[in-house]
T-cell receptor, first 112, second 115 residues
Framework: AQTVTQSQPEMSVQEAETVTLSCTYDTSESNYYLFWYKQPPSRQMILVIRQEAYKQQNATENRFSVNFQKAAKSFSLKISDSQLGDTAMYFC?????????FGTGTRLTIIP | DTGVSQDPRHKITKRGQNVTFRCDPISEHNRLYWYRQTLGQGPEFLTYFQNEAQLEKSRLLSDRFSAERPKGSFSTLEIQRTEQGDSAMYLCASSGGTSGANVLTFGAGSRLTVL
């Protein structure tokens, strides 16, 4: 069984600032993957970044990076130089078998 | 390839009616997933196919729900005798091919409103 917890329902930050979204997870799988998905107001889910649990190096995609703490089962997302287009719901997700299990999301608003 | 397509985008129906949603995955993807998302919540897994075989179904998928993927291409999700609690966004996703089995690409969703 997998659970994903996002404890920040809403966050807001000024444009160009850095923001970190938190996520904790629990899984019984030994090999699993972690993801952050973005869902803008148009509602299509878009992959932001992924992390293979067996890799120690934190994943980075341009302005997006993660802090993966395997022992603590923590997987936070850092957005640097935030832009207005980053305004969206952000979902943390875990995949250990064929299912992707999502958290409840964090609504991020970038303030001009 | 235009990504994952879902049809219709919006459906309003009366309680007790049947509805069917269609999903066309990315052509090279052999896995196809259905999720349900209610307002303010993350998507919840419903079912998944590998090619034409339905390999897993969630307990959320009651007897009124049925999904098919004939010939391993498009998929349909049918809800019979709809209830107001079925109102939600139904998301389809696919994976496989060069992007790998672990990266799901989502469609825009089909929003169901049951009156």
């Amino acid at each position: 069984a997998q659970t994903v917890t996002q404890s920040q329902p809403e966050m807001s930050v000024q444009e160009a600032e850095t923001v970190t979204l938190s996520c904790t997870y629990d899984t019984s799988e030994s090999n699993y993957y972690l993801f952050w998905y973005k869902q803008p107001p148009s509602r299509q889910m878009i992959l932001v970044i992924r992390q293979e649990a067996y890799k120690q190096q934190n994943a980075t995609e341009n302005r997006f990076s993660v802090n993966f703490q395997k022992a603590a089962k923590s997987f936070s997302l850092k957005i640097s130089d935030s832009q207005l287009g980053d305004t969206a719901m952000y979902f943390c997700a875990s995949r250990g078998n064929e299912k992707l299990t999502f958290g409840t999301g964090t609504r991020l608003t970038i303030i001009p | 390839d235009t990504g994952v397509s879902q049809d219709p985008r919006h459906k309003i129906t009366k309680r007790g009616q049947n509805v069917t949603f269609r999903c066309d995955p990315i052509s090279e993807h052999n896995r196809l997933y259905w999720y349900r998302q209610t307002l303010g919540q993350g998507p919840e897994f419903l079912t998944y196919f590998q090619n034409e075989a339905q390999l897993e179904k969630s307990r959320l998928l009651s007897d009124r729900f049925s999904a098919e993927r004939p010939k391993g291409s498009f998929s349909t999700l049918e809800i019979q005798r709809t209830e107001q609690g079925d109102s939600a966004m139904y998301l389809c996703a696919s994976s496989g091919g060069t992007s790998g089995a672990n990266v799901l690409t989502f469609g825009a969703g089909s929003r169901l409103t049951v009156l």
